[in-house]
């Protein structure tokens, strides 16, 4: 049974720092991409950011492009996001995914919908005070 578990989250003030982990377990993923979303209470879930099978190249949300940094490790079966100056529009709760059909991709970005995702773990709350 595959299981993805993130941690990290918490509450920070504006301009913090936070890495946020995700660990995989049930199946290797080091062949599929991975992502990041994010929700909050009423909203659709969006896109933060993804990193292709191999670790490169990697995609963004224009929200947090040049904060966010997303990498993985293959053999721990991770993904990570650290978020450097946070503010409070990042607050929300941060989901990480695995897209089932990457595995099989020739697409030379990662995926970035929400809908090419296949697994999904609980959630990590982000709460960034002003």
């Known amino acids: 049974q595959v299981r993805l578990v993130e941690s990290g989250g918490g509450l920070v003030q504006a301009g913090a720092s936070l890495t946020l982990d995700c660990t995989a377990s049930?199946?290797?993923?080091?062949?599929?991409?991975m992502g990041w979303f994010r929700q909050t209470p009423g909203k659709e879930r969006e896109f933060v950011a993804a990193?292709?099978?191999?670790?490169?190249?990697?995609a963004y949300a224009d929200s947090v492009k040049g904060r966010f940094t997303i990498s993985r490790d293959n053999a721990k079966n991770a993904v990570y996001l650290q978020m450097n100056n946070l503010k409070p529009e990042d607050t929300a709760s941060y989901f990480c995914?695995?897209?089932?059909?990457?595995?099989?991709?020739?697409?030379?970005?990662?995926?970035?919908?929400?809908?090419?995702?296949?697994?999904w773990g609980q959630g990590t709350q982000v709460t960034v005070s002003s």
């Open positions: 049930g199946r290797p993923f080091s062949s599929h991409d």
């Open positions: 990193i292709r099978r191999g670790g490169t190249p990697t």
């Open positions: 995914a695995v897209s089932e059909a990457s595995y099989s991709s020739g697409s030379y970005m990662p995926a970035m919908s929400l809908g090419e995702y296949d697994y």
